[in-house]
């Protein structure tokens, strides 16, 4: 079964993406939307030095393996399976694991710079792009870094400053342009997301 729809969702660090993709596959029905993550496509830092790869600027088009990505959600747009790698956040590697992914009638990319790339985002029926306050994102991700990867508050303000921020005004705000709809205040706003699952849903 090929996918009717590709969606794609992009926006700041911590701004609510994951949120808004299960709002919408919530809506539409669990059963019809492959939620796909571009974090999972992250370039593989096995050959680089641990104690560089924390210094690491994860935030710029460079640091994804768009080859991968780009050849396995037009897999999915062709009706095939796909084997998506496992990324370690704590050590910055792929394990060497990967998940199968099935196609569904809705495949959403949600990731920072999910539409970044001309070819993905020629595929894709909508481009979302989730905005929220610099100040909230940021107390988002030093309390999800902090719980989830291990890591200190003061080196997850440290690569907020450095790199986060840099790229965030150089290469993921500008994503706004490409946007068929900006969604302020991420999952939080019922009304835009009810609207997107909705032009969704028509596809089906």
Known sequence: M???????????????????????????????????NQDS???????????????????RPTAFDYKLLLKNMRDLMDGKSVEEPVYSFVEHIRTGEFHTL??????ILEGILAYDDPKLREMMQ???????????????RLKRDVAERGRSSES?????????RPAHLAFIAPLKRFADIIIPRGGENVAAIEILSNHIKALL
């Open 41 to 59: 496509y992250y370039v593989d830092l096995r050959d680089v030095p641990a104690a560089k790869r924390a210094s690491w600027n994860f935030d």
């Open 2 to 36: 090929k996918p009717k729809a590709f969606v794609g969702i992009a926006g700041g660090t911590c701004s609510g993406k994951t949120l808004v993709s299960k709002r919408i596959a919530e809506n539409v029905g669990c059963k019809h939307v492959l939620i796909c």
């Open 126 to 140: 909508f481009k979302i792009f989730v905005d929220e306050d610099a100040d909230i994102r940021l107390a988002r």
């Open 102 to 107: 099935e196609p569904a009638p809705v495949v």
């Open 156 to 164: 997850v303000i440290d690569q907020y400053v450095n790199t986060v």
